[in-house]
């Protein structure tokens, strides 16, 4: 079974300033998806960027980057330009293209914006 | 655009009660799931559907029914309810295959059992 790793379960950073977050999964597919979503205190899940193992280039979405190592099993997260509106907790998940097609999610990093 | 509609949003129970968390999609998605969320251990996924008529447990089943009548409905059942199923559910729907494998997301519901 496939499983998402997120070791720190906190995380700090300026305002302006820029941090990774870091995510590992372990799974035995060639295909499948990563993503990473975003939850704030309202509670709601929001997708902040996803990307394709079979496409090569890092997926961005604005401040919004994606370190992906796909022989490493790795897939880290960085915010750039860090704004109090992104303070939440960020969910690494996986989506495998097989079967069901279940979501596994990590365990999740809660991220404050120091002003 | 509603999107993935879940209710209620909050419900206190008392242990041994039962109840019905309620999920509906307008997005025509054949699949849909149950999460549930508690501190430190991100979504474990209950049950989930890939179309009508169509279910199947996911890590943490016990304890919960589903069912699938309809592509648009997909209500989760509590039938005793007991402390430890205090949580934050979500339901999350999705197209199947040929898709991009974005999860839409409903608001979530607390739940609280004493």
């Known amino acids: 079974a496939q499983t998402v790793t997120q070791s720190q379960p906190e995380m700090s950073v300026q305002e302006a300033e820029t941090v990774t977050l870091s995510c590992t999964y372990d799974t035995s597919e060639s295909d499948y998806y990563l993503f990473w979503y975003k939850q704030p205190p309202s509670r709601q899940m929001i997708l902040v960027i996803r990307?394709?193992?079979?496409?090569?280039q890092n997926a961005t979405e604005n401040r919004f980057s994606v370190n992906f190592q796909k022989a490493a099993k790795s897939f880290s997260l960085k915010i750039s330009d860090s704004q109090l509106g992104d303070a939440a907790m960020y969910f690494c998940?996986?989506?495998?293209?097989?079967?069901?097609?279940?979501?596994?999610f990590g365990q999740g990093t809660r991220l404050t914006i120091n002003p | 655009n509603a999107g993935v509609t879940q209710t209620p949003k909050f419900q206190v129970l008392k242990t041994g009660q039962s109840m019905t968390l309620q999920c509906a999609q307008d997005?025509?998605?054949?699949?849909m799931s149950w999460y549930r969320q508690d501190p430190g251990m991100g979504l474990r996924l209950i049950h989930y559907?890939?179309?009508?008529?169509?279910?199947d447990q996911g890590e943490v089943p016990n304890g919960y029914n589903v069912s699938r009548s309809t592509t648009e409905d997909f209500p989760l059942r509590l039938l005793s309810a007991a402390p430890s199923q205090t949580s934050v559910y979500f339901c999350?729907?999705?197209?199947?295959?040929?898709?991009?494998?974005?999860?839409?997301f409903g608001e979530g519901s607390r739940l609280t059992v004493l």
């Open positions: 997005m025509n998605h054949e699949y």
């Open positions: 990307q394709e193992a079979y496409k090569q």
């Open positions: 998940a996986y989506r495998t293209f097989q079967g069901a097609q279940k979501l596994v």
């Open positions: 559907s890939v179309g009508a008529g169509i279910t």
């Open positions: 999350a729907s999705s197209y199947w295959r040929g898709n991009t494998g974005e999860l839409f």
